[in-house]
């Protein structure tokens, strides 16, 4: 692959650290046994605004919150959390659904950077980061996800890591951890240590995770009695994580660099197609089944700076570089041997400078500009996508009013992107226009009864990708043939949001606190990937006619071999409707107790009356937490219904309850862990993924962790 003249660069911050697998109660909070819907101050704000001074519904992990809820993927991390969903396509490569939405309809953020890798081009592709030994991550919508990128409609997930330290450090930190789960025989080890005298700050960290196949409840498909019982074959990992990171502080300014790289091998689970020529004589052998395999080596460069001006407008100037090197290679698995199907190579650099003004005490902002080139190429018999060059631009600004009782947020972007794809014709959208518009009402001191209030109006529009336009080939981890469209406009959306809070004072000097959050997301041109349908029924490819038929004339008029070919995926467009409602509600019990609740609904229905592809089904959750000296214990149960509301092709998915519980000791700088992770063994096969008939989620999972804290 051409090495990009940007490759000598050092950037920004990437990102985390992991600590080890932790899979607690499916259904964590993002808030604690103590705090009920505490109050967080959010990074990803641009004048780091509490929860209640933003508008829109907000979520953050932190500390022993995302302890808890860490998990081997990011999907699965955050799908405890009201309005989010894992699709899973096996244990590593989850992905987080929001209110529905994924991919490039979702910023995943490191440290206010794009995520440089290949997640949102498919479901197969995992994350390329661990998710653990974060410092915080951020959930947020509304005015400030302007900051980050176009068409963000599902939100903004920022993971945020202290490899660049944004605050001197004058003393020894640390933390060493070690677990392991007896679902997959999880063993995993990881550290990290900063150091710093006041002025120099140095971090390091590294990571060894390693896991067997997991332990399901039956079969993997339920319908081949060839699987093995009890075992989700080709679902074992291995990741590895190491970084480095250096920042300076002065009395107004700081800079800092770092690295990371991250490897991941894991295996996707169920059978795959090796699609070939085939003879017609011996057509049982023409397209020979086969496991999946993944590799992923991702080494990132990032760099910081900013300025702090005191007594002056500008509040902070700010420039962050990154510069990522990915390759990924997806390799078929057969009895004659291993073979490399394809692999993925994206190189790509990232700017973003923003400057903070401050008017008056009621008035603040934010400039920016941002800056992306990625070139992408895929390496295979067939390539899916052809070699492209994607560069990026936008210009973005946001405003925030303070006219007591009401809050005032404005923001808008424009942007541009253009596509030079090799062989193909080249793609230029420009002038995409992003705006938002949110009010908020924070109740008087005097009137405790009243609701926060908080109103928010968007208007978003997203370019298509190259994978949208360009694709046109075999995919072997998705066992199908995807097909692109360069007839594809861009993406375009209103948003509308309704979020109230209550707040209200107890005997005990602990509030209950009860949230609601109403939406709609309605698309004039919503681009998904769909089976391809005509009135006789699905359509197979036929490596004879190298086209998507459902004629058995295509297939020699063989029956089997149309029922073993993979089915075409096509990407398509048309107008679509989102709406939704999320609730949270925590009551304390006495000094030491907290019950919460928590349920969230989602509807996506296509212009042509069928449902969107793989949404989400609904949820309610219960919880007891407790806190007392230094113990602390929790027990949640969450019913999700049955998903009847699918899209073109797909089956419903059944209804399960799931429980889990946890306890945890602190003794001194040790913190001892032990949790139960779906308890009652229960089948789980989530609405959302894409794998969810032949890969179950895991079974009844035993943890224990001891953690050593230098502090």
Not at 186 to 196: H, T, V, Y
Not at 605 to 630: C, I, M, N, T
Request: glycine fraction near 10%; aromatic fraction near 8%; proline fraction near 4%.
């Amino acid at each position: 692959m051409t090495r990009s003249p940007f490759s000598q660069l050092a950037c920004d911050k990437l990102f985390l650290i992991p600590l080890a697998l932790t899979p607690l109660a499916a259904s964590t909070a993002a808030h604690s046994a103590d705090a009920g819907l505490e109050e967080i101050v959010i990074s990803a704000s641009p004048h780091q605004r509490s929860v209640d001074q933003i508008a829109g519904n907000v979520t953050a992990l932190a500390g022993d919150n995302l302890a808890a809820a860490n998990r081997a993927s990011l999907g699965a991390t955050l799908a405890g959390q009201v309005g989010i969903s894992n699709s899973s396509f096996g244990p590593i490569a989850g992905q987080p659904v929001v209110r529905g939405q994924s991919g490039k309809r979702l910023a995943i953020l490191n440290n206010a950077m794009a995520s440089s890798d290949a997640a949102a081009a498919s479901a197969d592709h995992a994350n390329a980061f661990e998710t653990l030994l974060l410092d915080r991550i951020e959930i947020i919508r509304g005015p400030a996800t302007l900051r980050y990128g176009p068409g963000a409609i599902g939100g903004v997930i920022n993971l945020i890591d202290n490899r660049i330290h944004a605050e001197p450090l004058s003393e020894l930190e640390g933390a060493l951890d070690s677990r392991y789960a007896s679902n997959g025989n999880l063993r995993g080890i990881a550290a990290r240590l900063d150091g710093g005298d006041g002025t120099n700050t140095l971090h390091l960290d590294g990571a060894h995770r390693r896991s067997d196949d997991i332990d399901i409840p039956g079969r993997a498909d339920p319908d081949d009695l060839d699987q093995p019982n009890g075992v989700l074959a080709n679902s074992a990992s291995e990741i590895d994580s190491a970084g480095f990171g250096y920042s300076r502080h002065g009395d107004q300014s700081m800079w800092g660099f770092s690295v990371n790289t991250i490897s991941q091998d894991y295996g996707i689970p169920g059978e795959h197609m090796h699609l070939e020529e085939h003879d017609h004589d011996e057509h049982d052998d023409d397209h020979g089944a086969e496991q999946v395999e993944i590799t992923m080596r991702r080494t990132t460069l990032n760099g910081r700076w900013s300025y702090s001006p005191q007594g002056a407008v500008w509040q902070q100037l700010s420039a962050d570089l990154q510069y990522s090197d990915y390759r990924h290679t997806e390799w078929g698995v057969t009895d004659q041997g291993r073979e490399a199907e394809a692999r993925f190579d994206i190189e790509q650099f990232d700017l973003r400078s923003e400057a903070l003004y401050q008017l008056s005490d009621s008035s603040q902002g934010a400039l920016g500009l941002q800056y992306g080139e990625r070139r992408s190429e895929v390496t295979a018999e067939q390539p899916l996508t052809p070699q492209t060059t994607t560069q990026n631009g936008g210009l973005f600004w946001l405003g925030e009013w303070q006219l007591a009782p009401l809050r005032l947020e404005l923001g808008g972007r424009l942007d541009w992107q253009s596509i030079d794809a090799n062989g193909r014709a080249d793609r230029d959208d420009n002038g995409l226009a992003n705006a938002s518009a949110a009010i908020i009402f924070n109740r008087p001191a005097a009137t405790s009864w009243l609701p926060r209030v908080a109103l928010r109006l968007d208007r978003s529009e997203r370019a298509p990708t190259a994978e949208e336009l360009y694709s046109d080939g075999y995919h072997a981890a998705t066992s199908a043939v995807e097909l692109g469209s360069d007839a594809l406009g861009s993406e375009r959306a209103l948003n509308g949001e309704v979020n109230l809070r209550w707040s209200l004072a107890t005997d005990n000097q602990r509030n209950i606190e009860l949230e609601a959050t109403l939406y709609r997301n309605q698309f004039s041109r919503y681009t998904y990937l769909a089976a391809v349908t005509n009135g006789d029924g699905w359509q197979h490819y036929s490596v004879d006619t190298e086209s998507c038929s459902n004629s058995l004339a295509d297939f020699d008029g063989l029956a089997e071999l149309y029922a073993e070919a993979p089915r075409c995926y096509q990407y398509s467009q048309q107008g679509a409707d989102f709406s939704g409602v999320e609730l949270e509600l925590a009551v304390p019990i006495g000094t030491h107790h907290t019950l919460a609740v928590q349920a969230d609904r989602v509807r996506g229905k296509l212009d042509d009356g069928f449902a969107v592809p793989r949404l989400p089904a609904d949820s309610a959750l219960l919880r007891w937490s407790s806190s007392y000296d230094h113990w602390q214990w929790q027990l949640s149960g969450e019913r999700v219904l049955a998903q009847h509301r699918v899209g073109r092709g797909e089956a419903s998915s059944a209804g399960y309850t799931h429980w889990a519980a946890s306890l945890s000791y602190q003794w001194q700088q040790f913190t001892f862990g032990l949790a139960v992770d779906n308890i009652g063994d229960e089948e789980i096969r989530n609405a959302s993924s894409v794998l969810r008939e032949v890969a179950p989620e895991s079974g009844r999972n035993v943890l224990f962790s001891v953690r050593y804290t230098i502090d």
